[in-house]
């Protein structure tokens, strides 16, 4: 349900949490400074990353579908992150992944990944704790002036050490 706020055990705000997420990605992920990734929002709606133009741009000059994937797919792993943080160590790994690309985005990228579904996220925790493994779907779009540009659907395992 769009609007839910992820349950955090952290008594951080929000803001707090982004900071970290956003300095963990850039210390982490050499993508992520290639691409200037920010994180924008974290609050009821989702996780929002941007990203400049510029740095993303194809030989159309519009943003290349690979940095929209990528983007997507980063704030879905984000949103993970956030969701888990107080949980780790754990590992986050993509499994599978479909974009559909509706138009050019020839603006500076958005993308955002909404919460899922409650009932969603209680039995993916509920299998992360009773396995040390779980398995979710995270979808997330790529917004043009408030509109998608690009649709992205994730499925994303989590586990332990020693739980592959």
């Not at 400074?33 to 974290?42: E, G, I, P, R, Y």
């Not at 159309?60 to 984000?78: I, N, Q």
């Amino acid at each position: 349900m769009p609007g839910l706020q992820p349950p955090l055990k952290s008594a951080d705000a929000p803001a707090e949490r982004a900071g970290r997420l956003e300095r963990y990605m850039h210390a982490h992920i050499p993508l992520v400074a290639q691409m200037q990734v920010k994180v924008a929002d974290f609050d009821g709606s989702g996780l929002k990353l941007t990203a400049p133009l510029a740095p993303n741009i194809n030989h159309e000059r519009t943003a290349f579908g690979g940095s929209l994937a990528s983007l997507m797919t980063l704030a879905c792993w984000g949103y993970l992150w956030l969701l888990l943080e107080d949980e780790q160590p754990l590992h986050m790994v993509v499994n599978e992944a479909r974009v559909n690309y509706l138009k050019p985005v020839s603006t500076d990228l958005e993308a955002l990944c909404p919460p899922p579904q409650a009932a969603v996220l209680d039995k993916f925790r509920q299998t992360l704790a009773r396995r040390g493994k779980a398995r979710i779907g995270l979808d997330a779009e790529m917004l043009q002036g408030g509109l998608p540009a690009a649709r992205y659907a994730g499925s994303f395992v989590v586990y332990r050490d020693g739980e592959v």
